[in-house]
């Protein structure tokens, strides 16, 4: 399989040819989103080089971000995002410095989170609070994965950043019946495109198995539709807005986390 450092070479060839493409398509959103996965992509292998620290890092990094822009897209008050965050930001390292741990400070965070409204003795609004600070725990988790899958992290997150474009691409392109109704404009000929080049991307990086292709397949799409489904819920059109020309950074992870999610449990 190959490291971090040897993929190098392949990774900057896929950032060539992706350049190229987006160019070709001229549309400014293919571009922006090009230009932030070129400057992503360098950071996430730098740190994957670093070791099972450096993935530590990486991904208590994201989970501090995703946190507080999930915090802010579903209206969740002040003590609750600052618990989440916390979280978030702790089981990454959690996982690669104790991880026989990793189970109780999850029940632990969890009951944290669930004490925040009821301490606060929030009688109208503290089944929803603790709801949605549960689900943010659960949703962010597979963050661990990062430090647990070791180096093929790099195929799964390349694979899944691949895909997420083809289907865009694609979906945009050949049309055809909607994927579901949380998010009609996305497409059956998307979500298959993106599947095919999630593999191809895998088996060119040399991480090709039956489990990690399930997820890529599986998770990735399912991932991006459960951010959908939670954006609706919340009348929302993006995460966040600072990320130019692609929202937050949740809007771009979103495939990736369920991918991580079936990843751990398949592997």
Do not use: H, N, Q
Request: hydrophobic share 65%.
């Amino acid at each position: 399989m190959i490291t971090p450092a040897t993929a190098v070479p392949y990774i900057a060839v896929a950032l060539v040819v992706g350049g190229v493409a987006v160019a070709l398509s001229r549309r400014r959103e293919y571009m922006l989103r090009w230009c932030a996965w070129a400057v992503a992509v360098p950071v996430v292998v730098a740190a994957l080089y670093a070791g099972p620290g450096g993935a530590a890092v990486l991904a208590a990094v994201a989970g501090v971000v995703l946190a507080a822009e999930y915090g802010g897209l579903v209206g969740l008050a002040v003590p609750d995002r600052v618990v989440l965050v916390a979280v978030a930001g702790a089981l990454p390292p959690v996982a690669w410095l104790a991880l026989p741990y990793l189970p109780r400070v999850l029940v632990a965070a969890v009951l944290v989170v669930l004490l925040v409204p009821l301490l606060g003795g929030d009688a109208a609004g503290g089944l929803r609070r603790a709801s949605l600070g549960v689900f943010g725990v659960v949703w962010l988790l597979p963050l661990v994965g990062v430090v647990l899958l070791g180096p093929v992290v790099l195929a799964v997150f390349v694979a899944v950043s691949a895909g997420d474009i083809a289907a865009s691409f694609a979906g945009r392109s050949l049309g055809g019946p909607s994927l579901s109704p949380l998010s009609p404009a996305k497409r059956w000929s998307g979500a298959l495109a993106g599947a095919a080049v999630g593999l191809g991307a895998l088996a060119l990086l040399g991480a090709f198995t039956v489990p990690l292709a399930i997820a890529v397949a599986v998770g990735a799409p399912l991932g991006d539709l459960l951010e959908s489904m939670v954006k609706r819920g919340a009348g929302a059109k993006d995460s966040a807005s600072w990320l130019a020309g692609a929202g937050g950074l949740l809007d771009r992870l979103d495939s990736l986390l369920l991918t991580l999610a079936l990843a751990l449990l398949l592997t």
